[in-house]
C-alpha cells in the first residue's frame, strides 16, 4: 500500500536526520520491529480493513516524538502524525484513531479493544527475541546516557525481571499463546544471568575482603625487623670481611717488608745462594695475595650515564649510594619521596637492595677465600723449600 510505504520512508528520514544520537534504542529499528509485530498479530487475530491500516500507521509513528525527546513523546508522535497525513492527504484514514492507538503505547496505560491490545503487545515484542539481552543492553545506554545516571548490572537485571514478571503482560490472544512461551525464556535467561553476576560478585568482594585481611593480618613490624636484622647481619659480614682482608694485607707486607730488608741484601753472598728460591716463592705467593685480597676490597663506583631515567622508572636500587650520588639533591629528594610514598615499590627496593649487598658479599669472601688459599700454600711452599735447602746445606 503506498501509504504504509511512504510512512516506513518518512519515518526512516525522520530518525536519520533529526533523531539525537542519546536514543540508540528508540529510533527507526525498534519502530521496524514493532511495524513487524503488528504485521503477525494482525494475521494472527484476523484484523482487516481501516483497522489493519490504522495499527500499521501507529506501529510506525508512535515512537517518532523522540525526535524532541522522551517526555511526552507519544503526544508529539500524534502531532507529527497529523503532520504526514496533512503532506501526503490521505483523507480515508482517521487520524484520531490512529492518535488513539498511539497513546495508548504509554507504559501505564491499560488497553480498552483489541487494536489498542495489538500495539500494546507489539511495543513489548523485543521480550520474545533471541537477542533481547543485545536489546537490553542498548535500552540501558540510552537511559544512563539520557538520566546521566549509571546501574550496575545487577540493578538493571533486577529492573528486567521485575518488569517482565510483575508489570508486564500480553493481553491478545495470539500475544498469550505464541509470545508468552519465549517472554518465559527469556525470563529465565536473565535470571540466570543474574544468579551468575551475583555469584562473580561474591567471589570478587570475598577476593577483597581476603586482600584485605591479608592486609591487616600482614606482620608490619615482622617484616621491619626482617629486614633491619638481615640488613644489619650483611653489614656486619661485610665488616669481617674487610677485617680479614686487613690481617692478610698486613701479615704479608710485613713478611714482603722483612724478606726485602733483611734476607735479600744476604743473597749476593755466594753461602746464601740456597736461599734464592725460598725467598722469592714467599714473596710470589705473598704478592698474589696481597692482589687477590686487594681485589676482594676494592669499592666499585657505578657510573651508569642512564640512572636517572632508572631510577624514574624503578629499575635501579636508589637506597644504593652507587646509584644515587650521580643526582642533583631534589632529584634525589623526588626519587625518595616517591619511595616512601608506595609501599609495594619500598619493601621491593628493600629487596633489591638486601640481594645486592648479597652478590657483593659474595664476591668479596670468594676473593677472599682465594686469598686465604694461596696465602696457606705459600707458606707451606715457601717454609718446606727453607727446610730442604737447610737440608741439603
Not at 279 to 296: E, G, K, N, R
Amino acid at each position: 500500500m503506498e501509504l504504509l510505504l511512504k510512512a516506513e520512508a518518512y519515518i526512516f528520514n525522520l530518525f536519520k536526520d533529526k533523531l539525537s544520537s542519546e536514543y540508540i534504542y528508540h529510533d527507526y529499528l525498534h519502530s521496524l520491529r514493532v511495524a513487524n509485530a503488528v504485521n503477525e498479530l494482525i494475521e494472527g487475530e484476523n484484523i482487516t480493513g481501516q483497522d489493519a491500516v490504522h495499527l500499521k500507521l501507529s506501529a510506525w509513528f508512535h515512537d517518532s516524538g523522540y525526535i524532541y525527546g522522551a517526555e511526552n513523546h507519544e503526544e508529539k508522535s500524534c502531532e507529527i502524525f497529523k503532520d504526514f497525513i496533512k503532506e501526503n492527504d490521505f483523507n480515508d484514514v482517521s487520524i484520531d484513531a490512529v492518535c488513539h492507538l498511539i497513546l495508548a503505547t504509554k507504559c501505564n496505560y491499560l488497553p480498552q479493544n483489541l487494536l489498542e491490545m495489538c500495539i500494546k503487545d507489539a511495543d513489548f515484542y523485543h521480550f520474545t527475541l533471541e537477542n533481547y539481552g543485545d536489546l537490553c543492553g542498548l535500552l540501558k545506554e540510552e537511559l544512563e546516557t539520557v538520566s546521566n545516571k549509571k546501574m550496575t548490572d545487577i540493578e538493571w537485571c533486577k529492573q528486567n525481571l521485575n518488569v517482565l514478571t510483575k508489570q508486564h503482560y500480553y493481553f491478545t490472544d495470539y500475544a498469550k499463546k505464541n509470545w508468552q512461551p519465549k517472554k518465559e525464556q527469556t525470563i529465565f535467561t536473565i535470571g540466570e544471568n543474574l544468579k551468575k553476576q551475583q555469584s562473580d560478585k561474591k567471589g570478587k568482594n570475598k577476593q577483597i575482603k581476603e586482600k584485605k585481611l591479608e592486609k591487616l593480618e600482614r606482620p608490619e613490624r615482622g617484616i621491619d625487623t626482617l629486614f633491619r636484622v638481615t640488613l644489619n647481619n650483611h653489614t656486619q659480614l661485610s665488616a669481617i670481611a674487610d677485617s680479614k682482608a686487613n690481617i692478610l694485607l698486613s701479615v704479608n707486607s710485613i713478611i714482603i717488608s722483612i724478606s726485602l730488608t733483611a734476607i735479600i741484601p744476604k743473597l749476593d753472598n755466594p753461602n746464601n745462594a740456597h736461599l734464592i728460591i725460598p725467598t722469592f716463592l714467599l714473596l710470589i705467593f705473598s704478592v698474589i695475595t696481597i692482589v687477590y685480597t686487594i681485589l676482594a676490597t676494592k669499592p666499585k663506583v657505578s657510573t651508569n650515564p642512564n640512572i636517572k631515567n632508572d631510577i624514574e622508572t624503578r629499575k635501579a636500587n636508589i637506597l644504593f649510594f652507587g646509584n644515587f650520588h650521580q643526582l642533583h639533591l631534589q632529584e634525589f629528594n623526588d626519587a625518595m619521596n616517591d619511595l616512601m610514598k608506595d609501599r609495594a615499590y619500598l619493601y621491593d627496593t628493600l629487596i633489591k637492595d638486601l640481594y645486592y649487598l648479597g652478590l657483593v658479599l659474595n664476591k668479596k669472601y670468594k676473593m677472599l677465600s682465594i686469598s686465604y688459599t694461596v696465602f696457606m700454600i705459600g707458606i707451606i711452599v715457601s717454609v718446606s723449600a727453607f727446610c730442604l735447602a737447610f737440608i741439603r746445606l
